[in-house]
Every structure is written in C-alpha cells, then in structure tokens.
C-alpha cells in the first residue's frame, strides 16, 4: 500500500547545519528522529528538565499538527522522557523545535550534540464543533473511568 507523502519545509538553523535531517530509521515507522543541537553538553541530573533545542523550524501545512512524542529505548533504558507529550507543533508555528527532556530514571543523564532525543509524527487534525445535548448516547462502559475493568 502506498502512503502518501506530504510535503514539510524546513528551515535548518546555523547550530544545526551539519546534523543528519529527520528521517524514518525503518520502512514501518510512524515518527522521525530529532537530533539535539546542543552546543555543550547537557547533564539532565535525576528530576531535571531542560529545554534541549534541535535546529529545526518547520512550516506545518494546515489541517495538521507535528506532534513530538519520547523515544521508548530512551525512556526504557534511562528514565528520560518529555513533558507535555505529546509536544505540539501547530501550524501556525514558525520557531524552533525544542524537546523538553525530564529524567525520571535514578541516574544523571548526558544529553551531546547529535544524540536522537525524541520523535516527531505527522497527524491529522480534523476541525470539530461542540454540540450541546441534554445527554449522551448510552455505552456499555458508560460512566466507568480509570482502573474500572478491575486490576488483572
């Protein structure tokens, strides 16, 4: 099945200019890698956030959103995650992409020039309208909230 492409301009900042562009590191994934454009490196003690940035401004087309998501291998091996994920990119946003990086493992952890901090995917993003009603449509869950199907 072929998927379609859309097209994504990219403004390469000057503290970016030799780092790799995103891009899918297999045939199957969902999400591009970004690249710390960090200068020095960054030391994200346990319970720190830091802002890293990574070089890159793009022109999101209308209708979408970029989203910026963790990388798992990150998050299993070392703790480190991001806050507000997913990360939004609007499109009407026009500056830098930066990744905020927390450490939620037990160790300090060093961010370096290059590294793969997060991922970014393309979404849809349809335009809804709230409708008030009375009362919902019923559902066999209805009202059940966290945790309401039990623990096993």
């Known amino acids: 099945m072929k998927k379609e492409i859309v097209q994504l301009p990219v403004e390469i900042m000057p503290h970016a200019a ?16 970004l690249y710390a454009a960090v200068m020095e490196d960054v030391i994200l003690e346990p319970g720190t956030v830091r802002l890293i940035p990574t070089g890159l401004k793009v022109a999101v087309p209308g209708g979408y959103e970029l989203q910026i ?24 946003y026009r500056g830098e992409i930066k990744v905020i990086l927390i450490n939620l493992g037990a160790a300090p952890f060093t961010v370096r020039r290059g590294d793969r901090i997060a991922q970014m995917v393309l979404c849809p993003i349809p335009r809804i309208k709230l409708v008030p009603t009375a009362a919902l449509p019923e559902t066999e869950r209805g009202e059940g909230g966290f945790g309401h199907t039990g623990i096993d």
Request: no cysteine.
């Open 18 to 33: 030799e780092l790799p562009l995103p891009d899918y590191m297999t045939a199957g994934a969902a999400g591009m890698d």
């Open 69 to 92: 998501r963790p990388r798992s291998g990150l998050a299993a091996r070392h703790g480190i995650s991001l806050l507000n994920s997913p990360g939004t990119v609007d499109s009407d």
